[in-house]
């Protein structure tokens, strides 16, 4: 909390904020550490050895209360409520333009389905979505999101998981075919997608 409150900071000030010795706070933060919660870093200041700052990782920032996808709801409840499910459609329908759009240009230099997939779980885990490709023993090839970064607006309004299956779908070209056989949001672990070769 101290940390988060006053940002980086030497073992001796966040231990004269805490009320204990340097080093007792310096041992505090060696085990926060150790669990992946702050990091050190390196801060000349002149002559002399250069001071240790800590800092809390990412991992640590998880930790602290973030409302954004309650916010995210709330702003598509009232989209729906206020100008009607319509405009809800329309913007998801712009949404999926802009991402076609995006993937497609990615694309370029892709010419197998292989290749074509590999490129698309590259961009799904640029934007968190844990992808990877996978393959069964009888070849078959699966598109695999460990992680979906959109939840709870997905769980709120389908439409944006129906969207993202038609853009997947569309820059895979008319070679291949992908349904959803895992998901997320019905209660499955991850999502996964089952893609086949046309005539397979």
Do not use: K, M, N
């Given at each position: 909390m101290t940390l988060k409150m006053y940002g980086?900071?030497?073992?001796?000030e966040v231990g004269r904020r805490q009320g204990i010795t340097g080093e007792a706070a310096r041992q505090q933060l060696m085990k926060l550490h150790e669990e992946g919660l702050v990091d050190e870093e390196r801060r000349?200041?002149?002559r002399?050895?250069?001071?240790?700052?800590w800092h809390l990782t990412d991992k640590a920032q998880a930790r602290f209360p973030d409302t954004h996808a309650a916010l995210t709801v709330d702003i598509l409840r009232s989209i729906t409520e206020v100008l009607g499910s319509d405009?809800?459609?329309r913007i998801i329908a712009e949404r999926e333009v802009a991402t076609l759009a995006q993937y497609r240009g990615a694309m370029a230099g892709c010419e197998s389905t292989r290749d074509r997939l590999e490129r698309l779980a590259e961009l799904r885990s640029a934007e968190g979505y844990m992808?990877?490709?996978?393959e069964d023993e009888d070849g078959t090839l699966r598109l695999v999101e460990n992680h979906c970064p959109i939840c709870a607006a997905a769980s709120f309004c389908q439409g944006f998981c129906r969207a993202e299956q038609a853009v997947f779908q569309t820059v895979l070209g008319t070679g291949a075919s992908i349904e959803r056989d895992e998901h997320i949001v019905s209660g499955g672990r991850r999502c996964t997608y089952v893609v086949r070769e046309s005539g397979a």
């Open positions: 980086a900071q030497t073992s001796a000349s200041a002149g002399g050895r250069p001071a240790t700052y405009a809800l459609d992808a990877q490709v996978e």
